[in-house]
């Protein structure tokens, strides 16, 4: 089976072809503007030559218009090739990634996704033999001191992703909360859940399918100076 990956929830573009139950390929960026100006490019290297069966992208929580352009091209690849859109909860996808890349870790793992001030998109999850699942399914949190400390109080959490940093003076204060400042969003973290979904055929209606943004769009008033 040949997935392909796309994770554009955050300020990283990144891009994964699987093959076989595992990643050969993966592309990333950073730089402003990588979804819309580097997507289409790093889809068109990975895909080149490949018979895809499948598109996983990641539903959010995250940037509206970064969700926005991984959704519409992952609707338009699975459309025009009339293959299964598969989707998967973003903070879950990356619990996933750190459960893979520290095979040996125990304790809990609390996604962080920025969603300004003091407020952040969150989940929490264990992971098991069979596989990652959420013991807390996603929220926006005010964070506060306590906030975690149902689980703190029980094991070690670690908390990853870009809005784990600004919590780390007011949760690093209690001897189970553990910070990865190392970790990035990877689109590679979806493998595990993207198989499994389509090995049980849950797949998304390519018409109607849309992210799950969590909180309304708000647009900003654009600001000229000069004009009011």
């Not at 596989?131 to 149902?150: F, K, M, P, Q, W």
Request: net charge negative; charged share 20%; aromatic share 8%.
């Amino acid at each position: 089976m040949n997935i392909l990956l796309i994770e554009t929830a955050t300020s990283i573009c990144s891009v994964a072809l699987a093959q076989e139950g595992r990643v050969v390929a993966h592309r990333e960026s950073d730089a402003p503007n990588a979804h819309s100006t580097q997507l289409p490019l790093f889809i068109k290297e990975l895909i080149d030559g490949v018979t895809l069966d499948a598109v996983c992208v990641s539903a959010g929580p995250g940037s509206y218009t970064g969700l926005r352009i991984g959704v519409s091209s992952a609707k338009g690849l699975c459309y025009g090739l009339d293959i299964p859109l598969l989707s998967v909860p973003t903070l879950l996808g990356m619990a996933s990634l750190y459960y893979l890349q520290h095979p040996d870790y125990q304790g809990l793992v609390c996604p962080m996704i920025d969603a300004r001030r003091m407020e952040c998109y969150t989940m929490v999850v264990r992971s098991s033999e069979f596989g990652v699942r959420s013991l807390r399914d996603t929220h926006a949190d005010v964070i506060t001191e306590h906030i975690y400390d149902v689980w703190l109080d029980a094991e070690p959490v670690t908390f990853i992703g870009d809005g784990a940093e600004k919590t780390r003076d007011l949760l690093s204060v209690h001897p189970n909360a553990r910070y990865d400042s190392a970790f990035r969003i990877s689109a590679e973290g979806m493998l595990p859940l993207a198989a499994e979904k389509l090995r049980k055929g849950e797949v998304e209606d390519v018409a109607y399918f849309e992210p799950f943004y969590l909180k309304d769009f708000v647009a900003k008033k654009s600001v000229v100076h000069g004009l009011r």
